[in-house]
């Protein structure tokens, strides 16, 4: 399949390309028997590209995201970032997990600065660029405030500019949206691609849900139900920029490749549900 | 036409019937706080009224028939002669010389004693909370030392180091130690993994992680033990110069008791209960400043 994706002329991909060769991971599992979580999954994703996993529950969506991290190791297999084989913690990437990852005793503004303040930016400077970041994600005026007493939308666009603010060549994202509503989850959709379109760092965006897939990225992965591997790759060649995902989802091309693609998803998740619903809970 | 029938707003200010009524529930509410407020210190007054009260009368009043009153306050006190000699403490002072040098020496052993007690507790609670590996191997050795009876080492801190302070700041550390500890390590171990996670991925060092998350993480926990270190901190003073001193007020308990002086046992007390109650009321302040940013507690909002 040969890739058809139009890109905005203005943007050049900062983000760096990542080439998963082979990974295997296998958990032990309490009681000594090991368990394959992911088989033999190859893939890599172009600088700048950005690409979603789906699959159904459990089939190592967010273990493969944990070892292009280097938060966890694979048992075989490689993972490399920009060349490099990943061991230990990778850098230049940023994570958002679908809970919050915020510091609910800093503020707003410390806890975008988080980034900054590690890499051993000083603190003004970092108060400077998380200001900036918070401006951009429409959160102006918020920087005193805690976490807890924001909407889960703008916890979402906090945890967002704190991702961003050390401009990451990579962005690993497992499920940011899957806890918000239907509304909610459409805006920050579109914010999304309007920063990603901005800066262009590669993605790797894992979701359940295929529309939210088709809508953000170039290409979609499908995976097999667990033990994960990788069953398909399509290229979605909906034009960029594609503006508000709302009115997306009524383009008569999305409704044609998200149909192509369910048709493979359709079985995995299928397989997945009979395997639980067999399983004596 | 106009169909809706519900007040359509006019302005920023809102509908100006609405702003009446809103106030007006907001001050019959205040009202009912208020008087809610009262009556429970109202209960409280007559709870303490009922308890001393009954104490006084049972140790003066004499059955028919009977030489002594219904309760001996030769043994057990009388709430008018242990206010008696809390004053005759305070204006006299003792054989040893002025009361309030006494409540010093016992309030200086007891802060000393928490601080060292607290920082080792919080610094191994926080390290090993880090560290499976030291976790395990230091584990079982901890649980032996929380299971003997901490009160009897004040015995060998005594023959150790004389009848000065530093036994009773030993002791008083011992005892605050374990409180602290366990909640610092159980604290740590509740950090949230993701925050963690996310911040390794951040590019945050092992220490500067400790430092921007797993201590203020586990912060909430080892406040919270703080409140319950203090009260052993003076326990620990307590029978430290019980057992053995030459100044303080577990001292004056002891001569009371040889001179069998209930009131002057329990005017100790009541100048300790005091002096504990201030310090419960300084660590939540500290409290208050380290945990401002928790959300107000939902429950203490009430419905009008």
Partial sequence: MSSTTTRSASAHPSGARIAVTGLTKRFLTPSGSAFTALRDVTFSVEPGQFCAIVGPTGCGKSTTLGMVAGLDRASAGSVEVGGHEVQGVTRGVSFMFQADALLPWKTVLHNVMLGPILNHTSKKDAAAKARDWLRRVGLAGFEDHYTHQLSGGMRKRVAMAAALINEPAILLMDEPFGALDVQTKAIMQTELIGLWEELRPTVLFITHDLDEAVALADRVIVMTAGPGAVKASYDIDLPRPRGAVQELRYDQRFLEIQHHIWQSLKDEVERAYARDAAVPA | ?304
Avoid at chain 2, 102 to 118: R, S
Avoid at chain 2, 177 to 194: K, L
Avoid at chain 2, 263 to 285: K, Q, R, S, W
């Fill in chain 2, 1 to 304: 036409m106009r169909t809706t029938t519900a007040p359509t707003r006019t302005d920023e200010t809102g509908d100006t019937r609405f702003a009446a009524a809103d106030k007006a529930a907001s001050t019959a509410a205040r009202r009912l706080r208020w008087r809610r407020r009262g009556l429970v210190w109202l209960a409280r007054l007559a709870f303490v009224g009922f308890i001393v009260g009954g104490w006084q009368f049972c140790t003066g009043w004499t059955p028919n028939g009977s030489s002594t009153p219904l309760v001996d306050p030769f043994f057990f006190g009388r709430p008018s002669l242990v206010w008696q000699r809390t004053i005759e403490l305070f204006r006299d002072g003792t054989s040893y010389g002025s009361f309030w040098f006494d409540i010093f020496t016992t309030m200086h052993e007891a802060v000393y004693g928490f601080f060292c007690g607290a920082v080792a507790g919080i610094v191994l609670g926080v390290v090993l909370g880090q560290s499976a590996f030291l976790a395990d191997v230091i584990g079982p050795f901890i649980k032996m030392v929380n299971a003997i009876p901490r009160i009897v080492l004040g015995s060998i801190f005594i023959v150790a180091f004389g009848v000065g302070s530093t036994p009773k700041i030993l002791l008083a550390a011992v005892l605050v130690f374990f409180v602290v500890f366990f909640n610092a390590f159980q604290g740590v171990r509740e950090v949230d993994r993701n925050i963690v996670a996310n911040a390794r991925v951040l590019g945050g060092s092992s220490l500067q992680i400790v430092r921007h998350v797993t201590v203020p993480s586990a912060l909430t926990w080892i406040t919270a033990s703080l409140h319950t270190a203090f009260g052993f901190a003076i326990v620990g003073a307590l029978v430290g110069e019980v057992l053995g001193a030459q100044r303080g007020l577990g001292l004056i308990i002891r001569t009371s008791q040889n001179r069998f002086d209930p009131n002057g046992v329990f005017a100790c007390m009541l100048v300790i209960a005091v002096i504990t109650l201030g310090a419960e009321f300084l660590i939540g302040l500290v409290e208050k400043r380290l945990l401002s940013w928790r959300p107000v507690d939902q429950s203490t909002w009430s419905g009008v």
